[in-house]
């Protein structure tokens, strides 16, 4: 394998085995970021992918290996990068796997975007077919996080239609109801009423109900299990007696 490729193995049951496997993912971090010349790093699956992607010039390219990301590993990365370009397979587990990916990134800090490519399943196909020229245009072209899951949301409804579109802008309310930047949810806001043609006031309307909705399901919880609490408290107290 190419020598600067970073392995994410998979995590032992043990605690010191997991700070082993911790310190070499580290390691080969640190070779990676200090070789490359990029100021991202590009996410595949597999070791296949990687290797292509360091023979064709990317070497900061890294790879999860078939395992799923971990915040451990996000926040290793967020020592040698702001931004990640995530480029899992376009099957629909890849795909998965990238929604998983997303807000583990997001939650380190990193800046996260996503490549999909077009006639070819990933990187290592992808550069057999078309080489490093037009794979620089896909990452030079590739969306944001944000981007991806709106499409991903799109993609499953016929929006030309009235309970189409109904039922995307629904899944969309609910995607921007857990975006903190007020600035990223309202330009995206504005760009989705606009294709579709109708008010941002709607949007902004079930936003903000599904919003509400959660901070009171939240404050139900919280007292219910204070009153599981002072049950359990009332219940030894009685028992002591």
């Given at each position: 394998m190419h020598e600067n490729t970073i392995k994410f193995t998979v995590p032992g049951d043990d605690k010191e085995n997991m700070r082993s496997i911790l310190s070499t993912e580290f390691q080969g971090l640190i070779e990676a970021a200090k070789k490359t010349k990029q100021n991202y790093l590009i996410l595949v699956e597999g070791n296949i992918d990687v290797v292509a992607l360091h023979q064709y010039g990317f070497d900061n390219?890294?790879?999860?290996?078939?395992?799923?990301?971990t915040e451990e590993q996000a926040?290793?990365?967020?020592?040698?990068?702001?931004?990640?370009?995530?480029i899992y397979d376009g099957d629909k587990a890849?795909?998965?796997?990238?929604?998983?990916?997303?807000?583990?990134?997001?939650?380190?800090?990193?800046?996260?975007k996503v490549l999909k490519m077009k006639d070819a399943k990933d990187p290592d196909e992808y550069l057999k077919k078309f080489g490093p020229e037009r794979f620089q245009m896909?990452?030079?072209?590739?969306?944001?996080?944000?981007?991806?899951?709106?499409a991903k949301i799109r993609s499953k409804f016929?929006?030309?239609?009235?309970d189409g579109k109904v039922s995307?802008?629904?899944?969309?309310?609910?995607?921007?109801?857990?975006?903190?930047?007020?600035?990223?949810?309202?330009v995206y806001l504005t760009k989705i009423a606009e294709e579709l043609g109708v008010s941002p006031a709607a949007i902004t309307a079930q936003i903000t109900s599904i919003?509400?909705?959660?901070?009171?399901?939240?404050a139900?919880?919280?007292?219910?299990?204070?009153?599981?609490?002072?049950?359990?408290?009332?219940e030894i107290d009685t028992s002591d007696l």
């Open positions: 390219a890294i790879a999860s290996l078939g395992t799923s990301l926040a290793l990365m967020t020592r040698y990068a702001e931004q990640i370009i995530l890849g795909q998965n796997a990238t929604q998983r990916a997303i807000p583990i990134l997001e939650k380190a800090g990193l800046q996260v896909l990452l030079e072209g590739c969306t944001n996080a944000l981007e991806f899951e709106i016929d929006v030309s239609t009235p995307f802008l629904k899944d969309f309310a609910r995607l921007l109801a857990d975006i903190r930047n007020p600035l990223e949810r309202e919003q509400k909705g959660r901070k009171n399901a939240q139900k919880k919280e007292r219910n299990d204070t009153n599981i609490y002072i049950g359990d408290i009332a």
